[in-house]
């Protein structure tokens, strides 16, 4: 019978949960080892026994948030209406950057000076990526995407979302509901891609 393991999921699962809220208290500067591991009730050995290192902890957390992110895009049901389905993805971005604001920042916008470009988190975002495509792709599928590719409107779409949740998360007023204005935003966005190109856009 082998050994069995001094540190365990249940270990991991709690020391990230430490760590994401040091991070949401102080930024990843407020990220000590020892202090999230003496929350937890462990040793230092377990962080690194179970993440490798430090930098380890961070990338694991920013695996977390494209975890969040294609769980939730997982859980919108698929409607006849490709267009408000979207609007509906975007609202789960929202939710990370809200709810989540230590993975959002980590994850998404990398704020972590020095953080090597762990596999595990590149692979973590391409694979939310990929389930963001396929709800893009039924615009295409339903004729709503004009001239442009599914990449493309991926792309803008994904744009659109950051520069709303840094507005957001800045601080910037705004004269009504938060989410009103993502969702009046997402919908121009989303309407505009079957909008006739203007003249000189087109990359000749």
């Known amino acids: 019978m082998g050994r069995p ?5 249940r270990t991991a699962a709690a020391l990230l949960d430490a760590a994401e809220r040091a991070v949401e208290a ?14 937890v009730g462990t040793t230092t050995r377990a962080v690194y026994s179970l993440f490798g ?11 977390r948030a494209f975890d969040f ?3 939730g895009l997982d859980a919108l049901p698929a409607t006849d209406d490709p ?10 971005f929202r939710r990370l950057a ?12 990398r704020d972590v000076p020095g953080l090597p470009p762990w596999q595990p988190v590149c692979d973590a975002a391409d694979a939310a ?3 963001l495509m396929q709800r893009v792709a039924r615009l295409g599928d339903a004729g709503l ?14 744009a659109l979302c950051e520069g709303l949740a840094t507005l957001e998360r800045r601080g910037v007023r705004i004269p009504f509901d938060a989410e009103r204005n993502w969702r009046a935003a997402m919908a121009s966005l989303i309407a505009g891609f079957t909008a006739r190109q203007p003249t000189g856009i087109s990359g000749a």
Do not use: M, N
Not at 53 to 63: F, Q
Not at 145 to 158: D, I, M, N, P, R
């Open 5 to 9: 393991r001094e540190h365990d999921e």
């Open 26 to 39: 102080g930024g990843a500067d407020a990220l000590a080892v020892r202090g999230i591991a003496t929350e």
């Open 53 to 63: 290192s430090k930098d380890g902890l961070i990338a694991t957390l920013g695996v």
């Open 69 to 71: 992110l294609r769980a």
């Open 83 to 92: 267009a408000a389905d979207l609007v509906e993805v975007g609202l789960v």
């Open 98 to 109: 809200t709810e989540r604001p230590a993975l959002y920042s980590i994850g998404v916008q």
């Open 129 to 131: 990526f990929a389930v």
């Open 145 to 158: 995407l004009g001239e442009s590719t599914v990449v493309e409107a991926t792309l803008q779409f994904h």
